[in-house]
């Protein structure tokens, strides 16, 4: 009997990855041609102070594919990544988001930052400072108006070139975010490690806030850390006022979230000025 079910198990569990083999072709295959057929969208999700000023937006991708519209972006982001298509949709984003960067600061009264998420893979390209750099001349984009977010990943691999890269376009005054602080294996040590303009602390940290009170306390040390190398801290997923409110108080600088706004179709975040 156990060996039956044992059998079994195992017959379900290579259908489920013939299943998933087969959706990863086929995603691969019909992302091929997303931009052609105009099916690529990004999503600017806005990024305010704590006393609601805006200061910018994280750029976000979106595949409008009715056949995929309940795949979360995180994983079309990993097919694209072990596909290396990543690499082209990757330059398409920059481009997309420095002509929306370009947009918003020819009315803004202020510079408004506009970040886009860059993964390891994209970094390891070995034409990726040159390709960033003629997008920006290419869109006449100010280049302290735009930001990259990247992730501790950035140092599992190719660690000194990777650093290097990341170092020569902070140099030129792109704004180098470190994404997802607080999760994986983050350490204060990469804040170190890495040239960087401004921290982001996870959304899990700030939920965390709300379940125990070591997270409050973790978190006060770790924007007093970031604070004392000068570097500013952004809040994500900040979903509630209480968690605003706690975080004003902690001396956090900068707020994103659905609290004061979900991602926006570029036309609404024009609208913001
Ligand atoms: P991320 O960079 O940490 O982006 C923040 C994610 O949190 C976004 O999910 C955003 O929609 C979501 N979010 C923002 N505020 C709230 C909130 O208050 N509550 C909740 N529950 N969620 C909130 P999204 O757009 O699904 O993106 C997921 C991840 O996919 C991103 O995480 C990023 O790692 C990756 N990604 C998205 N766009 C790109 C891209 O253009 N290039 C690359 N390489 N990765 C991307
Ligand atoms: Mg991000
Ligand atoms: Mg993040
Ligand atoms: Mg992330």
Redo the contacts with the bound molecule.
């Keep these: 009997k156990a060996k039956e079910l044992g059998k079994n198990k195992f017959m379900i569990y290579t259908k489920e990855l013939e299943d998933e083999k087969n959706l990863k072709l086929s995603i691969e295959k019909d992302l091929g041609n997303a931009i052609e057929k105009n099916e690529v969208k990004?999503?600017y999700?806005p990024q305010y102070t704590v006393d609601k000023k805006l200061k910018g937006f994280?750029?976000?991708?979106?595949w409008k594919n009715d056949k995929y519209k309940n795949i979360?972006?995180?994983k079309i982001?990993e097919i694209?990544?072990n596909s290396n298509l990543?690499i082209d949709?990757?330059y398409y984003?920059i481009r997309e988001a420095c002509k929306f960067a370009e947009k918003i600061n020819e009315n803004a009264k202020e510079k408004i930052i506009v970040s886009?998420?860059?993964?390891p893979v994209?970094i390891m390209d070995k034409d990726f400072v040159a390709k960033i750099k003629s997008i920006l001349k290419e869109t006449g984009v100010c280049i302290d108006c735009l930001g990259i977010?990247i992730?501790e990943t950035v140092l599992l691999k190719n660690i000194e070139e990777n650093i290097k890269k990341i170092k020569e376009l902070k140099d030129i005054g792109i704004i180098i975010s470190l994404?997802?602080f607080g999760t994986g294996y983050s350490s204060l040590n990469y804040i170190v490690k890495l040239p960087l303009s401004i921290i982001?602390i996870?959304?899990s940290f700030i939920n965390g806030m709300d379940l125990q009170d070591e997270y409050t306390k973790i978190l006060r040390l770790i924007i007093e850390s970031a604070h004392s190398l000068n570097l500013p801290i952004v809040a994500?997923?900040?979903?509630t006022e209480e968690q605003l409110d706690k975080l004003k108080h902690m001396n956090v600088d900068y707020i994103?979230?659905?609290?004061f706004s979900?991602?926006l179709e570029e036309e609404d975040a024009l609208k913001l000025l």
């Design positions: 990004l999503f999700q994280e750029a976000l991708f979106r979360p972006v995180i982001i694209m990544e990543i949709m990757g984003i886009v998420n860059i993964s994209q977010e992730t994404d997802d982001k996870d959304r994500e997923g900040v979903e994103q979230g659905y609290l979900k991602p």
